[in-house]
């Protein structure tokens, strides 16, 4: 019996809204697909998550900014570790292909 999956298969053609697919939760770990086009964070808000982030780009771009007034630019393989409560969101993601998120969620919640 096989489980093999891939992360560029099955992806909607239609894309008015943003994808989110939990690949795997065990304890306080998550991993998810996210596959944007032209998406981005609504202008007010920001996400304030309980757990910490690491998330890579697999394919597309995007920009996230942070409540600081940092931004940083991801591109095809970039990743980076986003702190539990570190606001931020996504300023920008291509419009002209998808942009395939892997986000893992981790470290305790209730921390």
Aim: hydrophobic content about 30%.
């Amino acid at each position: 019996m096989s489980n093999t999956k891939n992360l560029f298969t099955d992806i909607p053609q239609d894309l008015d809204t943003e994808v989110f697919d939990t690949l795997l939760q065990s304890g306080d770990t998550r991993i998810e697909r996210i596959i944007s086009k032209g998406h981005k964070s609504p202008e007010s808000g920001w996400y304030d998550q309980e757990q910490h982030e690491w998330v890579m780009l697999l394919e597309g771009a995007a920009t996230i900014t942070f409540e600081s007034g940092k931004e940083t630019n991801l591109n095809k393989g970039d990743y980076l570790n986003i702190p539990a409560h570190t606001k931020h969101k996504v300023l920008w993601t291509d419009p002209s292909c998808e942009t395939i998120w892997l986000a893992v969620f981790y470290g305790d919640k209730k921390a």
